[in-house]
């Protein structure tokens, strides 16, 4: 049965269905999309931490929104420590009632948890370009019981792109004490259609399914990347 939106977040529900549908499908799988689809038609307020969408195992399933965050050249990648899972990962985390889209979600965490795209700070003029039409991935998680009541995170991944080499955005902390956000080599073969290098190490410590993320987005950079205009922008990919 179908369950009225939570009052808090219906535009939200509604942007985040529309980029759904917008995503392409080079690195998608239609099923996926659909599943994901299903269940913000039949839980809209799944889109929140506390909304009561509920995984097998009775913890709260819902989505949250990440970003794989390239620099100008497509050199490097901006990973962060993630204090719970004990790795590096791509920035992220839970949607709020009040971000306006998946997009605003994502721009929002980057800002938060690397101080790009922040109102001041080191990363302040970074500017970042949204890579394709939409979400780029769709991760589906069971969590450890160390992440508390949430079951399962439905992760939205987009890519996004800066405007300046990674030496020239220095990234920064969410909190103090906090271990710094780093830039790390693009494991990626130079060239059309180039693909994934797995001879370039990311660290040691990086989220297990970090390779394979980044695998499965190279044929997608190679898609989108023709897109940019000449002259403008970073270097094509």
């Avoid at 980029?19 to 659909?34: F, G, K, Q, T, Y």
């Avoid at 800002?111 to 080191?122: D, N, Q, S």
């Avoid at 079951?151 to 271990?179: F, I, N, S, T, Y």
Wanted: glycine share 10%; aromatic share 4%.
């Amino acid at each position: 049965m179908t369950r009225a939106p939570d009052p808090t977040a219906p535009a939200l529900t509604a942007r985040a269905l529309e980029e759904l549908h917008a995503a392409s499908e080079v690195a998608i799988d239609p099923a996926v999309r659909a599943d994901y689809v299903h269940l913000l038609e039949a839980i809209p307020d799944a889109v929140l931490r506390d909304g009561p969408a509920l995984a097998a195992e009775g913890g709260s399933l819902h989505l949250t929104a990440s970003a794989v965050v390239l620099d100008g050249p497509a050199e490097n990648l901006a990973l962060v420590w993630h204090a719970r899972g004990r790795c590096w990962v791509q920035p992220g985390g839970h949607l709020e009632a009040s971000d306006a889209s998946l997009e605003a979600a994502v721009r929002r965490e980057i800002a938060e948890e690397t101080g790009l795209g922040a109102e001041t700070g080191p990363g302040a003029d970074a500017r970042l370009e949204l890579v394709g039409p939409g979400p780029a991935l769709l991760e589906a998680h069971d969590l450890a019981s160390t992440f508390g009541a949430c079951g399962g995170h439905w992760d939205v991944v987009l890519v996004l792109r800066a405007d300046a080499a990674a030496a020239e955005m220095p990234l920064r902390a969410e909190k103090p004490g906090a271990p710094t956000p780093v830039w790390v080599p693009w494991p990626r073969i130079d060239g059309p259609r180039g693909g994934f290098s797995r001879r370039v190490p990311l660290p040691a410590d990086a989220a297990s399914d970090m390779p394979e993320i980044l695998a499965r987005l190279a044929p997608y950079l190679d898609e989108f990347a023709a897109e940019r205009s000449e002259g403008t922008g970073p270097a094509s990919v």
